[in-house]
């Protein structure tokens, strides 16, 4: 149509936004029409995960540098800049725009380093910086380190768990081997994938290390190249009390992080809340920044009711697989989206469904017309917890006060689809989020 810029790329964000489907766009070869059909075929079952349904695209990491290929390294196609000019102001987007002007005016080069390309607030947030970054035109990259269960256990459970306050059993206090192990680990990422002549850290301007995950490559980063602007990224929430005072775990943990590693750093963004700044911190180092969020990617756009149905016959689907009732057409349902976590209040979520059916049961309601209760959410490789928060719930459901009510409790470990997720908040009577710490994964 003439009066479209480019008709490829705006039927791709119509079948985005109209028909929730994935639309990719290749350049095939064959010979007939039915060898390119063919390698259609091909290049859509390398992309997706056909054990799940949903049709969910696989995340992709390139071996040589341990890049997330976001958006199916560049192929699919979802949205354009028009697009997200319509969910702001016109100042922002100004402001948005200039700064991406200068940015392409310097041509500087950002990385983003953390430690998993799925599950969590981090890697959403990193999906969509990514996505609108390329269509700015600002050269903007994304690496994950290699993953290793043994580290996965420091950084989630003497890490993460204990700058939180979640647990004060010393067993989680940081020791000399865990230490030994963890800065092992960076530094052979740092080596393997992202060092010298590697083309990563050498040709970059501006780094933003999510988290301490990877943390102990900071001072890699400064030996190799000096003239990099180096950002600290502090997602979760450090108890800056607890960090105060001598001798307590997270004191210990803040010390060894922030005296090795993260004071190399020339920024310490955090979440404006006065207690996530930890001590120690230079207040002119100091910069703000809430959690952010994508109003046209699958966790947030708009669904009509089949799309709604279909995705809640995914999730009694995954249910069903995991031993767990599903959602039901005739009830409403209360829902809760989290990771199976420590810090995220699960066990509160289930007494207060207890206490809220006894007060609707002395109410002389019917039974059936109570609510469900629906709590779900996706892992991530970097997080050992999540299966055993999971089995303590199933566990805590198998209880006498909460037996008489588990049919109606439905419980499951999503794959990792945020149109799934989007659904399930939105055909939700209610929504919770009881999380004792933080709590921004579904903003």
Same mark, same amino acid.
């Given at each position: 149509? #003439?009066? &479209?810029?480019?008709? /490829?790329? $705006?039927?791709?964000?119509?079948?985005?936004?109209?028909?929730?489907?994935?639309?990719?766009?290749?350049?095939?070869?064959?010979?007939?029409?039915?060898?390119?059909?063919?390698?259609?075929?091909?290049?859509?079952?390398?992309?997706?995960?056909?054990?799940?349904? !949903?049709?969910?695209?696989?995340?992709?990491?390139?071996?040589?540098?341990?890049?997330?290929?976001?958006?199916?390294?560049?192929?699919?196609?979802?949205?354009?800049?028009?697009?997200?000019?319509?969910?702001?102001?016109?100042?922002?987007?100004?402001?948005?725009?200039?700064?991406?002007? $200068?940015?392409?005016?310097?041509?500087?080069? /950002?990385?983003?380093?953390?430690?998993?390309?799925?599950?969590?607030?981090?890697?959403?947030?990193?999906?969509? %910086?990514?996505?609108?970054?390329?269509?700015?035109?600002?050269?903007?990259?994304?690496?994950?380190?290699?993953?290793?269960?043994?580290?996965?256990?420091?950084?989630?459970?003497?890490?993460?768990?204990?700058?939180?306050?979640?647990?004060?059993?010393?067993? +989680?206090? &940081? =020791?000399?081997?865990?230490?030994?192990?963890?800065?092992?680990?960076?530094?052979?990422?740092?080596?393997?994938?992202?060092?010298?002549?590697?083309?990563?850290?050498?040709?970059?301007?501006? *780094?933003?290390?999510?988290?301490?995950?990877?943390?102990?490559? *900071?001072?890699?980063?400064?030996?190799?190249?000096?003239?990099?602007?180096?950002?600290?990224?502090?997602?979760?929430? /450090?108890?800056?009390?607890?960090?105060?005072?001598?001798?307590?775990? =997270?004191?210990?943990?803040?010390?060894?992080?922030?005296?090795?590693?993260?004071?190399?750093?020339?920024?310490?963004?955090?979440?404006?809340?006065?207690?996530?700044?930890? #001590?120690?911190?230079?207040?002119?180092?100091?910069?703000?920044?809430?959690?952010?969020?994508? $109003?046209?990617?699958? &966790?947030?756009?708009?669904?009509?009711?089949?799309?709604?149905?279909?995705?809640?016959?995914?999730?009694?689907?995954?249910?069903?697989? =995991?031993?767990?009732?599903?959602?039901?057409?005739?009830?409403? +349902?209360?829902? =809760?989206?989290?990771?199976?976590?420590?810090?995220?209040?699960?066990?509160?979520?289930?007494?207060?469904?207890?206490?809220?059916?006894?007060?609707?049961?002395?109410?002389?309601?019917?039974?059936?017309?109570?609510?469900?209760?629906?709590?779900?959410?996706?892992?991530? /490789?970097?997080?050992?917890?999540? %299966?055993? *928060?999971?089995?303590?719930?199933?566990?805590?459901?198998?209880?006498?006060? +909460?037996?008489?009510?588990?049919?109606?409790?439905?419980?499951?470990?999503?794959?990792?689809?945020?149109?799934?997720?989007?659904?399930?908040?939105?055909?939700?009577?209610?929504?919770?989020?009881?999380?004792?710490?933080? !709590?921004?994964?579904?903003?």
């Amino acid at each position: 149509h #003439p009066a &479209l810029k480019d008709p /490829i790329r $705006e039927m791709c964000t119509r079948f985005w936004f109209d028909l929730d489907a994935t639309p990719c766009i290749y350049k095939l070869r064959g010979l007939s029409l039915n060898e390119e059909a063919a390698s259609a075929a091909r290049k859509v079952y390398d992309w997706f995960t056909p054990q799940f349904p !949903g049709s969910i695209p696989r995340i992709a990491v390139d071996p040589d540098t341990n890049e997330v290929l976001v958006d199916m390294d560049n192929h699919c196609h979802m949205v354009d800049l028009k697009h997200f000019e319509q969910t702001t102001d016109k100042p922002t987007w100004d402001k948005l725009l200039e700064l991406a002007a $200068e940015c392409k005016r310097r041509q500087l080069k /950002i990385l983003f380093f953390n430690s998993t390309p799925q599950g969590g607030g981090v890697a959403l947030m990193r999906h969509a %910086t990514i996505r609108l970054m390329r269509l700015l035109g600002v050269d903007c990259r994304w690496f994950v380190a290699k993953p290793n269960p043994d580290v996965f256990v420091i950084t989630k459970r003497k890490f993460h768990n204990v700058f939180q306050g979640v647990t004060d059993d010393e067993q +989680y206090r &940081l =020791q000399k081997a865990d230490k030994e192990l963890w800065i092992e680990w960076c530094e052979q990422n740092f080596d393997n994938y992202w060092g010298e002549g590697k083309g990563v850290v050498d040709n970059a301007d501006v *780094i933003i290390m999510d988290d301490p995950q990877v943390s102990a490559i *900071i001072p890699r980063i400064r030996k190799l190249n000096p003239a990099a602007r180096i950002l600290y990224r502090s997602h979760i929430e /450090i108890r800056a009390d607890l960090a105060s005072v001598a001798g307590s775990m =997270q004191h210990d943990l803040w010390d060894f992080l922030w005296g090795g590693f993260i004071n190399k750093s020339d920024l310490f963004i955090s979440h404006p809340v006065a207690g996530f700044i930890p #001590p120690r911190v230079p207040h002119a180092k100091v910069a703000l920044m809430p959690a952010a969020t994508d $109003e046209l990617d699958g &966790l947030n756009k708009k669904m009509n009711a089949t799309d709604l149905e279909y995705y809640r016959r995914v999730f009694n689907r995954c249910a069903e697989d =995991q031993g767990s009732p599903g959602i039901s057409t005739e009830r409403p +349902y209360v829902i =809760q989206i989290a990771r199976f976590d420590p810090a995220k209040g699960i066990p509160d979520v289930i007494e207060s469904y207890r206490l809220f059916r006894e007060r609707l049961a002395a109410t002389g309601m019917d039974a059936d017309q109570h609510p469900q209760l629906v709590i779900c959410g996706h892992g991530s /490789i970097d997080d050992p917890d999540g %299966t055993v *928060i999971y089995d303590q719930i199933i566990e805590m459901l198998a209880q006498p006060e +909460y037996l008489p009510y588990a049919k109606d409790i439905c419980v499951a470990r999503l794959p990792a689809s945020d149109q799934l997720l989007c659904a399930l908040l939105r055909s939700s009577f209610c929504a919770l989020q009881l999380s004792h710490r933080e !709590g921004f994964e579904v903003k």
